[in-house]
């Protein structure tokens, strides 16, 4: 019985050492994969802001000496909503291509993210980690979206700010 431990143990090494050793391809965004997004937001009337985490104090453990709290993590806290928008061709022209941007996942909640909507349903999503949205756009249209979102109400330079303060 025992062996077979062992020889689990070894196989479950063996697999981890040979994964490691495997190179993981790059992928790129496509001029294709690009179209299809913004075509699927054309049309969107609302956007919703949402903070990626934040950590609260919750309540553990009543006594007579007092409450027990520990910080637990909340997930896409609302931050800020638009409705009944009707410039989002104006939203879509801001935005440009930028060719070989890395698709990426590096496991980070990021700062904030941003989901489009079109009569209810979720069209389109944006995440903002690191000082950039985290899809192929150029720097200058980085920027005007950032307009665009503090035009409408979004606290996008409060958000970045405090950020910035905290890290």
């Not at 009944?84 to 061709?89: F, H, I, K, N, V």
């Not at 489009?116 to 069209?123: M, T």
């Not at 970045?160 to 905290?166: F, L, N």
Request: aromatic share 14%.
């Amino acid at each position: 019985m025992r062996s077979g431990y062992i020889i689990a143990l070894a196989l479950l090494m063996l697999g981890a050492v040979r994964a490691q050793e495997e190179e993981i391809e790059v992928q790129y965004y496509t001029h294709e994969e690009w179209t299809t997004w913004k075509e699927n937001l054309r049309g969107f009337d609302e956007v919703r802001m949402t903070l990626a985490i934040k950590t609260v104090e919750y309540p553990t453990k009543w006594s007579t000496n007092g409450i027990k709290f520990e910080e637990r993590w909340v997930l896409d806290s609302p931050l800020h909503e638009a409705k009944a928008l009707t410039d989002s061709e104006s939203f879509l022209a801001l935005l440009e291509f930028q060719p070989k941007r890395e698709k990426a996942s590096h496991g980070c909640y990021g700062l904030f993210n941003l989901a489009f909507y079109r009569k209810g349903e979720r069209v389109g999503f944006l995440h903002y980690a690191h000082g950039q949205y985290w899809y192929p756009l150029t720097e200058k249209s980085q920027k005007q979206l950032n307009r665009w979102l503090t035009g409408h109400g979004f606290p996008i330079d409060e958000v970045i700010k405090k950020d910035r303060k905290e890290g």
